[in-house]
């Protein structure tokens, strides 16, 4: 196909945007260079429906479920690296790569989640150093028959509760090991999918258990340049509709107790319920917050992220607030349905330009309206922003980036479709 806009186009439309913002006092140029500075965290596991290389494939058992089967999926560490250098060919500006546990490579060897160690990483620790791209880290609570009861850090069995604590503790000293190897600490996010499919008659215990167990976790402590540790709440998954243990009031109040980062996903509340203004809500009391962007389709927490106006909503909040240093953003959805460098692609570049949006805005000029009291003044440029000529600044970035242009990405992604993912 032709490219969709040549070079000289995209310059001109560039330069008429340019002068259109900067009516409203705003510098393009230096927004493009603060977006593109933005580190984001793509999560490994779209590559392979969180299928992980334990020889267990297909339902995660636990909580979360990726449905679909489209040809292509990565089925080992090299496939998924292959895959993911290729996506990025098509993202614009800085990544980094978030793996779980169940990623390790053990050359074929059975180990044990609770026996896992940085040593069992150090191909992805190696690539990352080549590609510099920093990683990011998670233990896995599912997918493993310790939590096929629907328990893993709150189970009622001593054994099992020991079992995934011993995970906890490891997952830890990987991701201090990842932070080490990179100019950034790695975050560490604790997500479990215990809870219960029916109204449960006692829902203290089970929390009692799961706020123990994390403080045995969290116990050592580790050099918070090499880790950031964070926890992840949720409203309900498959199977656990009734109650979930790690919800977001406790989480909330954990992660406030012990001073670690709150994980926020998009796709973890009541579907009305959005995050945006979350922010700055709890930004006040945890020292960051991980914020997984994702989309939330009816029961499903994990649709690719889009340019929707939830995601907007959010990188607005994190923009107007300065709240970048304290903020870890990252992705979260899986789709098997789809070619899933597609959703890669699809999903960062979202997140980019509502980034790109985010810092574009011309904030300064809706605070002096509201400092006035003249709210009609706010409402009405918040609606005279909306058509500013975004989509200009936005292909003048990709430009700059050497990546693809509009539409462009996609006979790229056909290509290697054609090429790699079809041969496997
Ligand atoms: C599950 C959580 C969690 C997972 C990943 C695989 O509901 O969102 O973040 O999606 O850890
Ligand atoms: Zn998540």
Known sequence: MKPYKNKAAIEEAYGLAQEAYRKFGVDTAGAIRQAMDIPISIHCWQGDDVTGFEGVSGISGGGILATGNYPGRARNGDELRGDAEFAFSLIPGKKRFNLHSFYAETGGLEVSRDALEPEHFKKWLKWSQEKNIPLDFNPSFFSHPLADSGYTLASPDPEIRRFWIRHGMGSRCIAAAMG????????????????SKDIPADRLSPRQRLLEGLDEIFRVSLDPNTIAD???SKLFGIGSEAYVVGSHD???????TKKIRLCLDMGHFHPTETIADKISGTLLFVPGLLVHFSRGLRWDSDHVAIYSDDQRDLCR?????????????????FDASINRIAAWTIGTRSLRKSLLEALLEPTVLLLEAEKAGKNHERLGLMEEFKTLPFGAVWDKLCLDAETPVGPDWLDSVNDYEEKVLLKR
């Open 180 to 195: 080490s190897n990179q100019n950034s600490p790695a975050v560490n996010n604790i997500w479990i999918p215990d809870g």
């Open 230 to 232: 964070a926890v992840e």
């Open 250 to 256: 406790f989480y909330l109040g954990y992660a406030a």
């Open 317 to 333: 909040e994190i923009i107007r607030h300065k709240a970048l240093p304290r903020v870890n953003i990252a992705l979260d959805f």
